[in-house]
């Protein structure tokens, strides 16, 4: 029977194993990370049953808001505040880390806001969540088609404002005052607010010069 479902035993696992063939024609060798036969059963089955709509339906499969975070945190690892982007992860998982991208609306950021509330933060300490969330939602559509939309996410009032921008005569003395190595490099973080690591380390992969976007 084990054969008929695609799962078996492995010798070196207690789990249930899979070996299948999706209908997109990938196959797919993996542990379904449980013990219990009918629970493997069902994983295989949802499996195969999203690779399905997703080939022949054109439905995207649900993607859990866990799987976003570690694709988010992986591209995110060679910046310098990348610990607190982890912890605020972390802070985040409460009320998301059950929930796949598709579930989240505007209720369920409101439900952030309020626990924040709750604990007395401060609104800038809740907007740097809010904000992390926007930035992985708008990952997950614009750069890892796991979306067709995405609800708005709004920043509360409130917030000292640390960041100054740069009128159009401070900007052009800035560039006036740079060695011509530079110029090119400061033009690039003046139009994209982007830090010199994360210029320096770009790499042609992750530009796309038909959309204009880095």
Not at 68 to 97: F, N, P, T
Not at 111 to 135: F, H, M
Request: proline content about 3%; overall charge positive; charged content about 30%.
């Amino acid at each position: 029977m084990a054969r008929k479902t695609g799962l078996h035993r492995r010798r070196d696992s207690r789990f249930w194993w899979f070996k299948v063939v999706l209908p997109n024609g990938q196959r797919l060798r993996a542990s379904t990370g449980t013990e219990n036969r009918e629970e493997a059963e069902a994983y295989l089955a949802k499996l195969q049953y999203d690779a399905y709509r997703a080939g022949y339906l054109g439905v995207k499969p649900r993607r859990t808001w866990q799987e976003a975070v570690v694709r988010y945190l992986s591209l995110k690892a060679h910046l310098r505040d990348v610990e607190k982007q982890r912890r605020l992860c972390v802070k985040l998982d409460a009320y998301l880390g059950r929930l796949t991208l598709n579930d989240i609306t505007g209720d369920v950021l409101w439900s952030i806001v309020e626990g924040g509330r709750k604990k007395e933060n401060k609104p800038a300490t809740i907007n740097r969540c809010l904000a992390l969330v926007r930035s992985i939602l708008r990952m997950a559509q614009l750069d890892w088609q796991w979306l067709d939309s995405i609800p708005k996410v709004r920043l509360l009032p409130g917030e000292v404002e640390r960041d100054r921008w740069l009128t159009k005569e401070e900007a052009a003395k800035l560039l006036s005052f740079c060695p011509p190595h530079l110029v090119a490099l400061v033009r690039f973080a003046l139009a994209t607010g982007c830090r010199a690591r994360e210029i320096a380390g770009l790499e042609w992969d992750r530009v796309d010069l038909e959309r204009r976007t880095a």
